[in-house]
């Protein structure tokens, strides 16, 4: 052979044009929940005992019966692989129990793995590769391991990559990972994640629930390369999550309500409350109304209120709530 006569291939034999990619035709983003979980892999991250476990599960339920996710979102009905491996049958049965949901062919578990974590999943995406498949691994420690490697980030970003590979080979599939949170509060709920960022970086969509120990009410924060980035406002009964309000978009508003009366007297926080319930904004007499207070002492809370930052004045007279932190689009 002569070697002479090899040429290299041209390393820009892949690239398009913005002109044919304006020309193409791409199938809708899959949504597990619409305007939550987009297909693809999804990190669902929480501290110990605030009940991530429980929110997994009847999203699993949810999708495996074509029911509603967090109580108000409905979605469509698709096989479902749930490995559970903090728990065993008898805990599953009692957790479903206490849920009351009924089983159904579409949902299968496992509670310990007889093969590879990626050979698990890639079995169950490729026997039903056309249903837009489901799988849950609860959790991620499970699997993750230990290394003495120096190159974490590299470890954790090449598992994470390996696992996404898997969903975005079968096309309308998704991977819930679901992993905890550092020790304390973090600012960003981003670095709220545990272990490095190569974890977050690999990752679709990330979604955090926070919530207070013996406290009903939380948060649950979404960024996504596919779903807005926004925050809304949950509440845990003790088996079943919910929204707060109807949907996404009232949940949204009351997240930021949340935040605007956290810390607050109570008087404040009614009157935030209020406000928060006027998005086109309100007149302080009509505040007054339906407070029962004196104008003026409505002029002074709405005046320490717009200072602080915790509602916003639309125009001269007029106050509204701050918009949620991204609005809920699909």
């Known amino acids: 052979m002569d070697w002479s006569e090899v040429t290299a291939p041209d390393p820009l034999d892949g690239a398009f044009s913005a002109d044919w990619l304006t020309r193409q035709t791409f199938a809708p983003v899959e ?14 991250v929480a501290a110990p005992k605030v ?3 429980w929110m997994v599960l009847d999203l699993a339920q949810a999708a495996a019966t074509g029911g509603k996710a967090l109580g108000t979102i409905p979605v469509d009905q698709r096989p479902v692989l749930y490995l559970a491996l903090e728990d065993g049958p008898r805990r599953l049965q009692s957790r479903m129990n206490m849920l009351d949901v009924e089983g159904g062919p579409n949902l299968l578990f496992l509670t310990a793995l007889t093969a590879a974590p990626d050979v698990t999943v890639r079995a169950f995406l490729d026997r039903h590769a056309d249903e837009r498949p489901l799988v849950i691994l609860d959790t991620l420690g499970k699997v993750r391991g230990h290394s003495s490697s120096n190159d974490q980030y590299g470890r954790d970003y090449s598992q994470m990559s390996a696992l996404k590979n898997l969903v975005d080979a079968c096309t309308g599939s998704s991977l819930i990972v679901v ?17 490095t960022q190569g974890l977050a970086g690999a990752a679709d969509s990330i979604l955090v629930i926070r919530r207070d120990r013996n406290q009903e009410e939380g948060t649950l924060s979404v960024t996504s390369r596919d779903a807005r980035e926004g925050e809304y406002a949950v509440r845990f009964d003790g088996s079943r999550w919910h929204t707060i309000g109807g949907d996404l978009a009232e949940a949204a508003r009351a997240a930021e309500t949340m935040r605007a009366t956290a810390g607050v007297s109570d008087d404040m926080a009614q009157l935030v409350e209020e406000v928060g319930k006027c998005p086109e904004g309100i007149r302080p007499k009509e505040l007054a109304t339906l407070l029962h207070w004196d104008d003026s002492k409505v002029r002074v809370y709405l005046k320490r209120a717009y200072e602080a930052g915790r509602i916003m004045r639309v125009k001269q007279g007029v106050y509204a709530p701050h918009p949620p932190v991204t609005p809920v689009t699909l």
């Not at 597990?32 to 693809?40: F, K, S, Y």
């Not at 992993?179 to 272990?195: C, I, M, P, Q, W």
Request: charged share 20%.
């Open 179 to 195: 992993h905890h949170t550092n020790k304390g509060g973090r600012e960003d709920f981003l670095e709220a994640v545990s272990g």
């Open 51 to 53: 009940g991530k476990s």
């Open 31 to 44: 949504y597990v929940v619409p305007g939550l979980i987009p297909e693809g892999l999804t990190l669902l």
